[in-house]
């Protein structure tokens, strides 16, 4: 049995039966790029040294979050400890 469920198909109707059948089971889901039917949702994290940054946009713009996952790794220094 699973104890969470991650939804990734291109099918809206479909993405909404399985987050049923999981709520049916007391089994929680996230379903990609579709915040109405998460149970929860994940961030995309940067980490330097010490310092970790999350970025959540509640799954409406993936592409921002990935460009600006890029930006971040680019411009805090390695060595973000040191400073």
């Known amino acids: 049995m699973a104890d969470l469920v991650i939804v ?10 399985i987050k049923q059948d999981a709520q049916e089971e ?3 889901v996230n379903v990609a ?6 149970d929860f949702s ?8 010490n310092l970790k940054i999350a970025i959540h946009t509640i799954g ?7 460009r ?9 220094p390695q ?3 040191a400073i």
Do not use: T
Not at 8 to 17: E, F, R, S, T
Not at 33 to 38: A, P, T, V
Not at 68 to 76: F, G, T
């Open 33 to 38: 790029d579709k915040h109405q039917l998460c």
């Open 79 to 81: 060595k973000i400890d």
């Open 60 to 66: 409406n713009y993936p592409n921002i979050v990935q």
């Open 42 to 49: 994940m961030c995309a994290f940067v980490k330097k040294g």
């Open 68 to 76: 600006l996952k890029e930006v971040l790794k680019a411009n805090i």
């Open 26 to 28: 007391k089994i929680l």
């Open 8 to 17: 990734a198909v291109n099918d809206i109707p479909l993405a909404g039966q």
